[in-house]
């Protein structure tokens, strides 16, 4: 065997050589959800992107609402290559999760077996509110400049002030010698 190098320097080489490739398994990834975290929804939230990746082989991937220690469900099974994409994934069982706060687990294996997420490293947080709000109460007025205030207390003084003339004057005209 000859090998040269960029100078086209030449050397002879009568030896048997023995390699050994070692193959890096990076476990799954998981795409950025684009939606921002910490959201109220009175319907069950959609993810715009939403997906996991590996550079071997993607096998299963699951998920998990408020928790990420017990059952898991699965979100997809036996991929057929190294990504998974469902953009526009809607959060199933909206319906039944009680109102207030609530986190969704991710977590997706691959063929060599390496999993990702299973430490709860992977969630996504929402709060769920349909109840509408209630009318009613009392309203109060603020006037922080103090600028409505005055001219309504004005207003309000100008037409206790025109009763009692009102008032004045008909005594006035009920004393007088023509009664008028």
Do not use: C, Q
């Given at each position: 065997?000859?090998?040269?190098?960029?100078?086209?320097?030449?050397t002879d080489f009568s030896s048997?050589?023995?390699?050994?490739t070692e193959e890096v398994n990076n476990p799954?990834?998981?795409?950025?959800?684009?939606?921002a975290q910490g959201q109220y929804y009175n319907a069950a939230p959609s993810f715009s992107n939403f997906g996991f990746d590996?550079?071997?082989a993607l096998d299963d991937g699951w998920y998990q609402i408020d928790s990420f220690t017990g059952a898991w469900?699965?979100?997809?099974?036996?991929?057929?290559?190294?990504?998974?994409?469902?953009d526009g994934w809607t959060i199933?069982?909206?319906?039944v999760l009680?109102?207030?706060?609530?986190?969704?687990?991710?977590?997706a294996s691959d063929d060599t077996g390496?999993?990702?997420?299973e430490s709860g490293e992977w969630s996504w947080q929402f709060y769920k509110d349909t109840t509408s709000p209630t009318v009613g109460g009392t309203i109060l007025l603020v006037d922080k400049l103090e600028l409505v205030t005055p001219w309504i207390i004005a207003a309000a003084l100008m037409v206790v002030a025109a009763i009692w003339l009102g008032i004045w004057n008909r005594r006035r005209r009920i004393g007088s010698p023509s009664g008028r």
């Open positions: 065997m000859k090998v040269k190098d960029n100078y086209r320097n030449e048997t050589f023995n390699f050994t799954p990834t998981m795409e950025a959800i684009n939606e590996d550079d071997v469900a699965a979100l997809f099974t036996d991929v057929a290559g190294t990504p998974w994409d469902d199933p069982g909206f319906d009680a109102e207030g706060s609530h986190t969704i687990y991710f977590k390496s999993v990702e997420g």
